[in-house]
């Protein structure tokens, strides 16, 4: 089965760059969630989009934006990249409508981005 | 706000033991509820939901969990633990539903002696 994919995989920056992070969600799914996880840390939700509309918003920084596209990937900006932006960034996607029971957010690999 | 407290940042077990991780709930509306688990250098994979149906779910991998709403418990059980099942486990609650974004808790790192 097709899972999301995401990329880069691997990501290094020098501080004050800019980086940009992709994320192609499952066929047919029209949700996309980011996440950023910090080392030794749990993920934290930073935002999602739904039919190219943000739906949510939580603890994303202002040098942080995204979009999602006419095709569902979504793309995460990140400028004037700091030393403590170094983390893993996973998306997740999901449908919509509970097609089934086992429906919910199916995670990426992640990309991890490392900020010198 | 809806939250989750994983009691235990490290569980370590024997291999064939029993494995319990704890998660407590804290919501204001009937939760639903996640246990993800996230191998070394890898993304999050679903073990398994509650989603107000069973009380009892059954996951992948052996492993289950009970939804107990007197207790906002949902802890994570396998009857008997395999050195595969060393990893990084996170509870979490949604806030509308399995579409919303998740709440995690701080996580419980498993490790399976031989």
Known sequence: AAGVIQSPRHLIKEKRETATLKCYPIPRHDTVYWYQQGPGQDPQFLISFYEKMQSDKGSIPDRFSAQQFSDYHSELNMSSLELGDSALYFCASSPTTLVSDTDTQYFGPGTRLTVL | ?114
Request: proline fraction near 4%; charge should be positive.
């Open chain 2, 1 to 114: 706000a809806q939250s989750v407290t994983q009691l235990g940042s490290h569980v370590s077990v024997s291999e064939g033991a029993l494995v319990l991780l704890r998660c407590n709930y804290s919501s204001s509306v009937p939760p639903y509820l996640f246990w993800y688990v996230q191998y070394p250098n890898q993304g999050l994979q679903l073990l398994l939901k509650y989603t107000s149906a069973a009380t009892l779910v059954k996951g992948i991998n052996g492993f289950e969990a009970e939804f107990k709403k007197s207790e906002t418990s949902f802890h994570l059980t396998k009857p008997s633990a395999h050195m595969s099942d060393a990893a990084e486990y996170f509870c979490a609650v949604s806030h509308g539903g399995s579409n919303y974004k998740l709440t995690f808790g701080k996580g419980t790192l498993l490790t399976v002696n031989p």
